[in-house]
């Protein structure tokens, strides 16, 4: 199965500071088909995940644009431009290019 | 507006059976496939199964093949999860999430504790 290593495992912001997550996967994401099936999701206290970004670095309708992703093969980021109070939760990279689809460990992000 | 509402979760004793389900609304549910995602108190997502849109193909991890079976009733919108031979390991919050990648709507959740 494909391991998808996610640092750092928490993090601590303040409003405004811009923050980045990897995620790190043990064999490339790049599907034959040319896609890369490599997707972000934000699950808030209490709630149930959202997706934030799929397939590398498109933003999902609706999810502000501070968020942003990056990446290819086996490297791939998540980036927080400006780090709002509602932005706190774990979150959590996916693959679904190998079967079985696999999850990070997930990063908690605190604010100060 | 899409939503998707799962019921169906309790208490069970290990080795017993229980039907989650999902009603799906706000969406053409027959053109989308389906799947079920869990997450173990405390800890991360798995992936628990995947049905095509017509329901004509079901995708398990070994973790749970042989024992769970995914299906859907189009006619009425609703997914279910068949959970057989439950163990402890099985205890979590089950999600019904529309897609089998994109996952862009997910259901509120529904706890399931195996426990004797």
């Known amino acids: 199965d494909v391991v998808l290593t996610q640092t750092p495992p928490s993090l601590s912001a303040t409003i405004g500071q811009s923050v980045s997550i990897s995620c790190r996967s043990s064999q490339s994401l790049l599907d034959s088909d040319g896609d890369t099936y490599l997707n972000w999701l934000l699950q808030r206290p209490g709630q149930s995940p959202q997706l934030l970004i799929y397939s590398v670095s498109n933003l999902e309708s609706g999810v502000p644009n501070r968020f942003s992703g990056s990446g290819s093969e086996t490297d791939f980021t998540l980036k927080i431009s400006g780090v709002e109070a509602e932005d706190l939760g774990v979150y959590y990279c996916?693959?679904?290019?190998?079967?079985?689809?696999?999850f990070g460990s997930g990063t908690k992000l605190e604010i100060k | 507006e899409v939503q998707l509402v799962e019921s169906g979760g309790g208490l069970v004793q290990p080795g017993r059976s229980l039907k989650l389900s999902c009603v799906a609304s706000g969406f053409t549910f027959n053109n989308y496939w389906m799947t079920w995602i869990r997450q173990a108190p405390g800890k991360g997502l798995e992936w628990v199964a995947s049905?095509?849109?017509?329901?004509?193909?079901?995708y398990y991890p070994d973790s749970v093949k042989g024992r769970f079976t995914i299906s859907r009733d189009n006619a009425k919108s609703t997914l279910y999860l068949q959970m057989n031979s439950l163990r402890s390991e099985d205890t979590a919050t089950y999600y019904c999430?529309?897609?089998?990648?994109?996952?862009?709507?997910w259901g509120q959740g529904v706890m399931v504790t195996v426990s004797s």
């Open positions: 999430t529309r897609g089998n990648w994109e996952f862009d709507y």
């Open positions: 049905i095509t849109n017509t329901g004509g193909s079901t």
């Open positions: 996916m693959q679904a290019t190998h079967a079985p689809l696999t």
